[in-house]
């Protein structure tokens, strides 16, 4: 058979692929960085990656693993001392009380926590409401395991904040689960105490579950810092019915380590559990070394690493503001989600001619659900004088177009 034999034939075995697989579309975040990386002299706001070196002590403890010969498995539910160390953690920040033997696991990645946690709680004909914009997983995650995915739209004049109306209004005999992501991948909106407790009160009433992905938990800014972090677990009569998922990639940098965990009570983590056992046995020895040094010994780094997020933050949204492109005040996370319908472009071709033209890559709201249509996520987690030149980029580009060249 000849090349072009074997490609006609791969073809047509690609048509015979699974419905759910090829119904998914590929990811907008990834296809951006992908083009990016071809290019000279881009500034890349496109990916949600820290550009610090993972603390010190992170490395070191790895490096000491690793000259000890710890390269075999650990425990299925991850090694020991780094889940009472999570346990302690959350105990410590949150007052959140998770028995590190059977309620807490460490995974590869928050994906997998995500994962596993859906693959438990919902299957085939369930209804999984899932506030937007959202990070990208969510949904495509939420079908695999079967599950149809309910919208519910956020809005800029709401501070991008999900509410317990919007969810009451689309819960149906169906509907399963509850998706919360805060704070929120693209927008940076934190959830404040008081939605939080309306929306405990649907959930309760309702008999829902809750998947609560909190992986920028440490990164709040502003009055949000404040106030701090609230956790979902710790309203009323949502500890018992939600999986909580929270990692090390964000507040710790280290994305590349891919070292998740999630928490639950034990008669959904003995579930859960089991597809853990199934899918990847357990999260890499490296790694969860790593992770247990930077609960233990790197608090000083994840709080340098916040404040200058803080600043970035700041100049940032000022220059987006300035440059004639509203952007909503983020609290969490590391984005800045600018409205860029002043330029009457849509999302899509914005991002595509702004990498084009002055070589900046940024994701198109799209990406992150259909009420992200008409905004720009850029990423702040980048050196301060490249977000500088950035917004620079932006502005004359944004100007540009709305002067019709």
Same mark, same amino acid.
């Given at each position: 058979?000849? *090349? ?13 692929? +699974?419905?759910?697989?090829? +119904?998914? !579309? ?23 990656? %820290? ?19 710890? /390269? ?27 028995? %590190? ?5 460490? *995974? ?24 937007? !914009? ?25 501070? =991008? ?17 509850? =998706? ?101 046995? +357990? ?23 916040? $404040? ?18 509203? /952007?909503?005040? !983020? ?5 800045? =989600? ?13 991002? $595509? ?25 850029? +990423? ?26």
């Amino acid at each position: 058979m000849n *090349t072009t034999d074997t490609a006609s034939e791969a073809e047509r075995l690609a048509g015979r692929l +699974s419905d759910r697989i090829l +119904s998914v !579309p590929p990811s907008g975040i990834r296809r951006f960085f992908e083009i990016a990386a071809t290019m000279d002299d881009v500034i890349s706001l496109g990916i949600g990656e %820290p550009d610090f070196v993972s603390p010190q002590p992170i490395i070191d403890a790895a490096k000491a693993g690793l000259d000890a010969g710890r /390269t075999g498995y650990t425990a299925n539910l991850g090694l020991a001392d780094l889940r009472v160390a999570i346990a302690g953690e959350l105990d410590r920040l949150y007052g959140l009380e998770y028995a %590190p033997d059977n309620e807490v696991i460490v *995974t590869v990645g928050a994906s997998e926590a995500m994962t596993i946690a859906l693959l438990t709680l919902v299957g085939p004909g369930d209804e999984v409401l899932i506030p937007e !914009p959202c990070f990208v997983c969510y949904g495509p995650i939420a079908e695999f395991c079967g599950a149809k995915v309910v919208w519910v739209p956020t809005r800029a004049e709401n501070d =991008f904040q999900v509410t317990a109306d919007d969810i009451r209004e689309r819960i149906t005999d169906k509907t399963k689960l509850l =998706f919360l992501g805060y704070p929120n991948n693209p927008t940076g909106a934190v959830l404040r105490r008081d939605t939080l407790e309306e929306i405990a009160q649907v959930v309760v009433e309702h008999d829902l579950f809750v998947l609560s992905d909190e992986i920028y938990d440490r990164l709040v800014y502003g009055e949000a810092y404040e106030r701090g972090h609230v956790s979902v677990p710790t309203l009323p009569g949502l500890y018992e019915r939600t999986v909580l998922v929270g990692g090390f990639s964000k507040g710790y940098a280290m994305t590349g380590w891919r070292i998740g965990y999630a928490c639950a009570p034990k008669p959904i983590m003995d579930q859960m559990y089991k597809a853990h056992q199934y899918i990847v046995m +357990s999260a890499p020895t490296m790694a969860q070394i790593g992770a247990l040094a930077g609960i233990r010994d790197a608090q000083d780094d994840v709080e340098a690493m916040r $404040q200058a997020y803080d600043e970035r933050r700041r100049v940032i949204v000022d220059g987006l503001n300035a440059a004639g492109l509203p /952007t909503f005040e !983020p609290e969490g996370a590391f984005y800045a =989600f600018p409205d860029i319908t002043s330029t009457g472009l849509s999302s899509e071709d914005f991002a $595509q001619r702004l990498l084009q033209e002055e070589h900046v890559a940024c994701v198109p709201g799209s990406a992150f659900g259909p009420s992200g249509e008409g905004y720009l996520r850029c +990423s702040y987690a980048t050196a301060l004088e490249q977000i500088e030149e950035a917004v620079k980029r932006i502005t004359r580009f944004a100007d540009r177009v709305r002067n019709g060249d």
